[in-house]
């Protein structure tokens, strides 16, 4: 097979390996999260309101919890908070050590790129715009998600101790409040997980293969097939049939 048609591993086994370990810690986080939240599903105290939460009270279903009990749920939720912080440890290493951040982080136009890639994925814009290995929408959520990570991990450490910690749960408005943003970012990075897999699995599913044995196939890539939203599942748009020149009148 042609260099042209088949380039070289697009990722690196070990950014596959923290890939991989952190979706699956990530998961058993966020469901031994909502085992723990379950104890008290509220973020008021009790007789008290809170502004900025409408389902004070409602219990996260079960099959949405991880963990037989609250006990076990806690040994759960700090054990993958360290083999989130290792993996990703050695994952912030490596693409630092190898140049990868370059192709991560936003650059003048990104916006404007972003911008034209959601059009794109709305089927306003006919062609799909050039990129490099990662394109502006894809860049700004790997800027943003370490973002709303880093503002999980910070809130968490506040009501895991909120008295010899006293200083950070107050920067944070109180332990209320930092529950709530441990809460709410959580939530936003679940969303910005479920957008990602939403967009690889109807727009480009070959990079989860990608993802999976690190090869990449420049001829199965989104801009060679000018590939499409939902892979099908909405109607293409048909273009427009030529005028007919007209005829010269007699």
């Not at 939460?53 to 079960?62: D, K, L």
């Not at 982080?105 to 814009?125: E, H, I, S, T």
């Amino acid at each position: 097979m042609s260099a042209s048609r088949h380039a070289g591993p697009r990722h690196h086994w070990i950014v596959r390996a923290t890939h991989w370990i952190n979706a699956v810690a990530f998961t058993i986080m966020v469901g031994s999260g909502l085992r723990i939240f379950n104890a008290y599903p509220a973020f008021a105290r009790k007789g008290e309101q809170f502004c900025c939460y409408p389902f004070e009270g409602m219990r996260v279903p079960a099959w949405l919890t991880f963990g037989a009990w609250l006990g076990g749920a806690r040994h759960w939720h700090f054990a993958m908070m360290w083999v989130l912080v290792i993996t990703g440890l050695i994952y912030v290493g490596f693409i630092y050590l190898h140049g990868e951040w370059r192709d991560l982080v936003p650059r003048r136009g990104d916006a404007r790129d972003a911008w034209q890639m959601v059009r794109f994925y709305l089927f306003v814009r006919k062609d799909h715009p050039p990129h490099g290995k990662h394109n502006a929408l894809q860049k700004t959520t790997y800027f943003v998600m370490p973002v709303v990570a880093a503002l999980i991990v910070v809130s968490g450490i506040a009501i895991w101790k909120p008295v010899s910690l006293g200083w950070l749960t107050n920067l944070l408005g109180g332990y209320v409040w930092a529950r709530y943003w441990h809460f709410t970012s959580m939530l936003a990075l679940v969303a910005l997980s479920l957008v990602h897999v939403f967009m690889v699995l109807t727009v480009d599913p070959y990079s989860l293969r990608s993802m999976i044995t690190g090869g990449h196939s420049e001829r199965l890539s989104p801009i060679a097939r000018n590939a499409r939203p939902l892979l099908g599942l909405l109607p293409r748009r048909q273009p427009a049939a030529p005028i007919p020149p007209k005829e010269p009148s007699a």
